[in-house]
């Protein structure tokens, strides 16, 4: 059946459900593109989603604005809102607008906005919930915490490095072994009570020790989790980063989530079977990163699904960012089918 006619029946069997069956309630737990993804694809589907994002951000444009200005770091709760929004095509795009010079030169205008939004309110929840509005947002973005923190990596020889900019240099270093928080913090009660009534938790894709363990070094929200009798789900990352994951296949990345939140933390591991492009897997292994090698196999405590998920588009980073994004994503409609179909139904 040629594509554009599969879309169309996929189309109204949603609609179809939407009407027959009070929505389940998703959680998506992350930060940065990885999230982006998911929840951009997922909010086409009838359930009512949640997005619990990271907020221990320090590079780049987020990083900025949190030192200058005493903020919390908006660039990762900007994406997930704009990969929520669903208005008119102007509003995403100014909100993803990123300065190429002048004074606010690799600044995001989103994150601009949410800093003036923070500090006019004096309120992080108030300005999101402002820019909720303004970008008509399906679905909710919450904070897994509202106050500073930064983040710790303990590596195999001892060496500490401190904060998630440092941790995010892609330079070839020994195996991070422990990933804490600077001092503890109180989780945001709505990310627990997001936890507690989810349905399905979506943990990933994202960087593992800067996009998505962050938010699990908050007790409150591990134990909510281990609590938790929602079906939950790892979607694996498509290459390694350096510096993080070097490496890793994927018992690799379970061993890694166990080790935060105890045996068997996932009911589903998502593992793309799609060739990658030979090309651009090339222009990884350059710079010392590798494919992610399913090498799992499934048990009666985890079932490991494979599909077609990643996307046929290379990202390419815009001359006015200063950090080094992923060139190879996963694709939004794909994934959030695969998970629609083999999960959620």
């Known amino acids: 059946m040629p594509k554009k006619h599969r879309s169309s029946l996929d189309r109204l069997f949603i609609k179809i459900l939407a009407m027959d069956n009070s929505p389940q309630e998703v959680v998506v737990i992350g930060g940065g593109t990885g999230t982006f993804v998911s929840l951009f694809g997922l909010k086409k589907y009838p359930v009512a989603l949640s997005a619990i994002i990271t907020m221990t951000d320090s590079g780049g444009s987020s990083g900025k604005l949190r030192d200058q200005y005493g903020v919390l770091p908006p660039g990762d709760i900007r994406q997930a809102l ?19 010079k002048g004074d606010f030169q690799g600044h995001n205008f989103g994150n601009v906005f949410l800093t003036v939004l923070e500090k006019l309110t004096n309120n992080f929840e108030k300005s999101i919930e402002l820019a909720q509005e303004v970008l008509k947002t399906k679905g909710q973005v ?18 500490v490095i401190k904060t998630e900019a440092l941790i995010d240099q892609k330079v070839k270093r020994e195996k991070i072994v422990e990933l804490s928080l600077d001092h503890t913090i109180k989780a945001n009660p709505k990310a627990i009570a997001a936890i507690r009534n989810a349905k399905v938790i ?60 105890g045996a068997n933390p996932f009911n589903y591991i ?17 710079y010392g990163e590798s494919e992610v090698k399913n090498d799992l196999v499934s048990s009666p405590h985890c079932q490991i699904l494979h599909g077609d998920l990643a996307s046929e588009i290379v990202y390419q980073n815009l001359a006015a960012d200063t950090l080094k994004r992923s060139l190879i994503r996963h694709d939004p409609e794909k994934l959030a089918s695969f998970i629609w179909k083999k999960i959620i139904l």
């Open 82 to 100: 704009v990969a929520l929004s669903e208005s008119e095509h102007i509003w995403r795009e100014l909100f993803l607008y990123r300065f190429e």
């Open 142 to 159: 919450i904070p897994v915490t509202l106050e500073n923190g930064h983040i710790n990596a303990r590596l195999k020889d001892g060496t």
């Open 202 to 261: 979506i943990v990933g894709p994202g960087d593992l020790y800067t996009s998505v363990l962050p938010v699990f070094t908050l007790n409150e929200i591990v134990q909510a989790y281990k609590d938790s009798k929602a079906k939950k789900v790892l979607v694996l990352n498509l290459m390694n980063k350096l510096g993080q994951t070097d490496n890793f296949q994927a018992s690799n990345f379970l061993e890694v989530y166990s080790q935060y939140l």
């Open 270 to 286: 998502l593992a793309n079977n799609l060739p990658l492009p030979l090309e651009v897997v090339k222009r990884y292994n350059e």
